[in-house]
């Protein structure tokens, strides 16, 4: 069995304190457990559990006692400050976690860490809207442009460097690695390209090797079916070659605009998002 096909779990234990009577450790990834001291078991409708983080664990470092709860986790994902969380049980399944960090109001610059414990109950009780972590038009943001694009987009405010791309025509880099890479299309770039479909499928592998990648299309998809804009090739058999592609990446994001402006626009803000999340 690989290591990232291993089965996490979640365990929760009692603990001897009247204010977070329990502890719960969370194994984010195989033998790394994040553990929390939580109020109660479960929130409840119209509640949010206040919790304290008592950071990672070692299987071996957990407590000896029996658990009280004991969980396969169907599915964990972290964006940004929020952790979601699939358990493997018909109740009490779907929750997350928001990690917020608060600046102290007497010491300027120093910061402490809040955790909220929510589930769905208990949001649509409250109403508090959804989480979307906050993107700044004016947050530091490195790209790559491929050296090969003639035409290349602009970026507003961000660091840009020109580069030869082993994928993509634009890449985000944060902590001095590729996070995200962005292919761009036209309509008649990809015409062309289907006559090398094979060298097509060869890019689209190598950008499946990064955390985040999209190929943005310059056209919208009704102008891959019109029959006009397409010649010498039918409709049907370009929207066969897409749907394939999609089916066979089903890592990569296929994004359809309306033009240039619309596509350049939906790349940045990817970037700016992806590049806030990473934080």
């Given amino acids: 069995m690989k290591q990232e096909d291993r089965v996490l779990h979640w365990i929760m234990f009692k603990q001897d304190n009247k204010r977070f009577p329990y502890r719960l450790y969370i194994e984010e990834s195989p033998g ?3 553990g929390l001291s939580v109020q109660d078991k479960w929130p409840g409708p119209n509640q949010k559990i206040y919790c304290l983080s008592r950071g990672y664990s070692k299987p071996e470092e957990l407590p000896d006692e029996d658990p009280i709860q004991d ?3 169907k599915k964990i994902s972290r ?3 929020k952790l979601n969380i699939i358990l493997d049980r018909k109740i009490k399944k779907r929750c997350w976690f928001l990690f917020i960090k608060k600046e102290y109001k007497t010491r ?3 910061y402490y860490e809040q955790v909220f414990w929510i589930t769905r109950s208990s949001a649509v009780k ?3 809207g959804a989480y979307i972590p906050k993107v ?3 947050i530091f943001c490195e790209i790559i ?3 090969r694009e003639r035409y290349p987009y602009k970026f507003g405010y961000a660091k840009i460097k020109k580069e030869n791309l082993a994928a993509g025509d634009y890449a985000l880099i944060k902590y001095g690695r590729i996070i995200a890479v962005a292919e761009r299309k036209t309509l008649d770039n990809f015409l062309h390209e289907i006559g090398a479909l094979d060298a097509l499928q060869a890019s689209l592998e190598e950008m499946s090797l990064y955390p985040f990648k999209a190929v943005v299309f310059e056209s ?6 019109n029959p006009k804009k397409i010649k010498p090739y039918k409709a049907g058999f370009i929207a066969d070659i897409l749907i394939d592609l999609t089916v066979r990446f089903p890592q990569i994001q296929f994004i359809f605009c309306e033009n240039r402006k619309f596509a350049r626009e939906w790349v940045y803000r990817w970037f700016l998002r992806i590049n806030s999340a990473e934080e």
């Fill in 126 to 128: 409250k109403r508090p």
């Fill in 32 to 34: 790394r457990f994040l």
């Fill in 79 to 81: 964006y940004g400050k």
């Fill in 145 to 147: 442009v491929d050296k």
């Fill in 71 to 73: 969980v396969t986790i």
């Fill in 108 to 110: 300027p610059g120093q």
């Fill in 220 to 225: 919208p998809f009704s102008d891959f079916m």
């Fill in 136 to 138: 700044k038009q004016d």
